[in-house]
């Protein structure tokens, strides 16, 4: 199939996205979902084929849906479909978020820990306090109903991150650079946190202010979007590892 050179792009990043996520301990077998809007669409965005691993994906893999779910490309015929619950989830925020070009949802070991503490996300670290705003949805089983999906959104209203409660983390950012950033920067404030708790001793707290100064300046528009300066860095990481996801 002949794809449009903004698509194809869209493609090879998020191929990219979904290799780099298990080399940081991201991913959760063949489960979880990374979606990506296509530059140019309101409602055609891409995810990964139900079945596969993150390591398997690749460009020329990733099937092209729409926000109500039709399939517009699916490379794999009958073979390979889409997971109902990533769809729920991602099209959800796709569908609210205008601003929102990529979603990624974990399962990752520190996120499901923290998304189970009654304390929430606490700003211990430099790397928290990004995360002083973070959104949270409570648990209402397998996300496979449509009606959780305005429940899911309003608890997500204009923040950049969201634990799920009992559940995982999920990301919504404006690129698949920016996205990668943020769910890496979050699974390592869940890791502290989930470490930090365990050693039993007396944790130090900043300051409102201090917490307040931090996570200004981690704003997009205050110093830098972050994610992009870094992007080429991890493209040439996995050019490296596991050079295939251009395929």
């Not at 959800?92 to 923290?114: E, F, K, L, N, W």
């Not at 973070?134 to 449509?146: F, G, N, R, T």
């Not at 959104?153 to 995982?168: C, E, F, K, S």
Request: charged share 20%.
């Amino acid at each position: 199939m002949n794809y449009s050179q903004e698509e194809w792009e869209a493609r090879v990043n998020l191929a990219a996205c979904y290799r780099l996520m298990p080399l940081f301990g991201m991913s959760d077998l063949i489960y979880n979902h990374i979606t990506a809007r296509i530059p140019g669409t309101d409602d055609e965005i891409l995810i990964n084929p139900y079945g596969y691993m993150y390591e398997e994906i690749t460009a020329s893999s990733l099937i092209k849906i729409n926000i109500k779910g039709d399939v517009l490309h699916n490379p794999h015929g009958e073979e390979l479909g889409i997971n109902q619950a990533g769809y729920v989830i991602h099209s959800a925020v796709h569908a609210a978020r205008h601003d929102v070009s990529c979603v990624i949802h974990t399962h990752s070991r520190a996120g499901m820990a923290v998304s189970a503490m009654e304390c929430g996300l606490l700003p211990i670290t430099q790397t928290s306090m990004r995360f002083k705003d973070v959104a949270y949805h409570d648990y209402e089983s397998v996300a496979i109903e449509m009606d959780e999906q305005a429940r899911l959104v309003a608890d997500l209203g204009t923040q950049d991150a969201m634990i799920l409660r009992n559940h995982g983390l999920l990301v919504a950012s404006a690129s698949i650079a920016e996205a990668f950033n943020a769910i890496y920067w979050l699974e390592m404030a869940c890791r502290v946190q989930v470490d930090a708790l365990a050693s039993g001793t007396k944790l130090i707290m900043p300051s409102e202010a201090v917490i307040n100064r931090t996570h200004h300046l981690y704003q997009p528009t205050v110093r830098r979007p972050f994610g992009l300066m870094e992007w080429p860095a991890m493209l040439r990481y996995l050019d490296r590892r596991t050079p295939g996801y251009k395929d």
